[in-house]
Every structure is written in structure tokens, then in C-alpha cells.
């Protein structure tokens, strides 16, 4: 009795092990490509007319105004939540006027940080599952 239960032991260990292989290689192939395609995308998409920027305290509409007028810039979006405003320029600006804008706004008092606007772009192929064909 012991016999066989040491050998259906034995049966069952290596049968799932054969599985997780199995299971484990799909996994590091699908890994791979997936890997291989993101880095075949071009992910530094950003807006030429916006940027998003942190401040220490919301500005009193005056300061904004001020400051508005001084880049030549209009306000798209005040985060309500956060003490961050989205900025546009009326105009497309240059890689460099967009790096000159940034760099000139984080010396302004009560800034803290100026990011590009990045654009996220989903995946517009559908998953589909792999299934076990039995």
C-alpha cells in the first residue's frame, strides 16, 4: 500500500511540473514579444501646446493672471483638487521653445515642478485569451 502511494506521489509530482514548464514557457514567449513590441512604439508623445504645472499654494487670480500674460499663455484646467493648473500656449511650440518655457516657468516663485502634457495611446488590439485545446 505504501508502494503505490509513494508511486502515484511521485506520478502526480512530476505530471505537474511537466504542466508548470509548460505553463512557464508560454509565459516567458509571450512576455518576449510583448516586450519586444512595446519597445517598438514611439511613447514620447506630448502636446506642443500644453504643460502641466505644480505650485507650492494656488495663485490668487491676480498672480495667474500675471503670470498668464508674462508666457503669453491661456489656462486650460485648474486641478480643483490638486495645486496644479494645465497651461497652453495659442500657438504649436518647438521641442526647444517648449524646453525654453518649461525651464523659464520653474524659476518663477511658488512653482515647483513643469512637465510635458504626455499622450497615452491604449492598445486598440483586442486580447484574446490563449485556451487549452483538450
Do not use: G, W
Amino acid at each position: 500500500m505504501k508502494k503505490v502511494l509513494l508511486i502515484m506521489m511521485i506520478l502526480l509530482v512530476c505530471s505537474c511540473s511537466a504542466e508548470t514548464s509548460s505553463l512557464s514557457s508560454e509565459i516567458t514567449e509571450d512576455s518576449d514579444m510583448i516586450h519586444s513590441n512595446i519597445s517598438s512604439l514611439d511613447i514620447e508623445l506630448y502636446s506642443h501646446y500644453t504643460v502641466i504645472v505644480s505650485v507650492e499654494r494656488k495663485f490668487e487670480e491676480d498672480e495667474l493672471n500675471a503670470l498668464l500674460e508674462k508666457y503669453n499663455l491661456n489656462l486650460k484646467y485648474d486641478y480643483q483638487t490638486m495645486n496644479m493648473y494645465a497651461l497652453s500656449s495659442p500657438v504649436e511650440l518647438s521641442d526647444e521653445e517648449l524646453d525654453e518655457l518649461i525651464n523659464n516657468l520653474l524659476k518663477e516663485d511658488n512653482i515647483i515642478a513643469v512637465n510635458k502634457d504626455y499622450i497615452s495611446q491604449l492598445d486598440t488590439q483586442p486580447v484574446t485569451p490563449k485556451t487549452e485545446e483538450k
